[in-house]
Every structure is written in structure tokens, then in C-alpha cells.
């Protein structure tokens, strides 16, 4: 299994913002059925790519939430500094998309080869 997906559950769990399962993981940031981080745990499976993007989409609306959240017009001209979930989201979120970015470049081969390869 992708240590991303692991890493990020972890962390989030972590920061003490919420009070994360590994099931509310699967759904909420995963996009997938309750059981789909365990099942990825037990076989060692590779995520897909779209479970990544899901993650990485779920993760950047988590902090753009958290930096909205408890916005009164006594605090509006004030520059907030991020608390740590934000910052552990932003962390993740920058981890997972160099994650599908090494995906998308690992194939580099043309779909077809021009005609002088040919021969």
C-alpha cells in the first residue's frame, strides 16, 4: 500500500481536530466504501489514482473550510495564522499531489511510435 494514504490518515488523526475512524477516512477523504483502508492495509494493494485525487481534493476543501471557519467581523482585518490542522491538510494535500504527479510521469512512451520506428 502507498505510504501516502497511510501517512495522511495518520496525521490527521493526529492534529486532534476530529475525532477521525479509519471507516470515516475511507468515506470522507477515500470516496470509497468503509472498508476500503482496511482492505488496502491487509493486501497491500496500491490505491488507484482517482482514490489520490479524491484524497487530495478532500484534503484542500478540509483547510479551505477550517481557514473559514469561525470568520466574525471582529476578526476580518486580522491575518489568522494557521492552526495545525491546516496545516497538516496543506502538508498532506502537497505530498499526496507529488504522489499523482510521479504517476502521471513514470510513462513517458508514446502511444504510437512514429513510422521511422518502425523499421
Not at 496525521?11 to 482492505?39: I, M, P, Q, V
Request: aromatic fraction near 10%.
Amino acid at each position: 500500500m502507498t505510504n501516502i494514504i497511510e501517512h495522511a490518515y495518520t496525521a490527521l488523526a493526529n492534529t486532534g481536530e476530529l475525532s477521525l475512524t479509519e471507516k470515516d477516512y475511507s468515506t470522507n477523504y477515500l470516496g470509497r466504501c468503509k472498508s476500503y483502508y482496511a482492505y488496502l492495509k491487509s493486501t497491500g494493494k496500491q490505491p488507484s489514482t482517482e482514490v489520490l485525487l479524491q484524497l487530495w481534493a478532500q484534503l484542500r476543501l478540509a483547510e479551505k473550510q477550517e481557514k473559514t471557519k469561525n470568520k466574525s467581523k471582529h476578526y476580518f482585518f486580522k491575518k489568522r495564522q494557521p492552526n495545525q490542522f491546516q496545516k497538516t491538510t496543506r502538508e498532506m494535500s502537497n505530498k499526496v499531489l507529488d504522489e499523482l504527479l510521479a504517476r502521471s510521469t513514470v510513462s513517458c512512451t508514446p502511444v504510437n511510435p512514429s513510422c521511422n520506428q518502425l523499421n
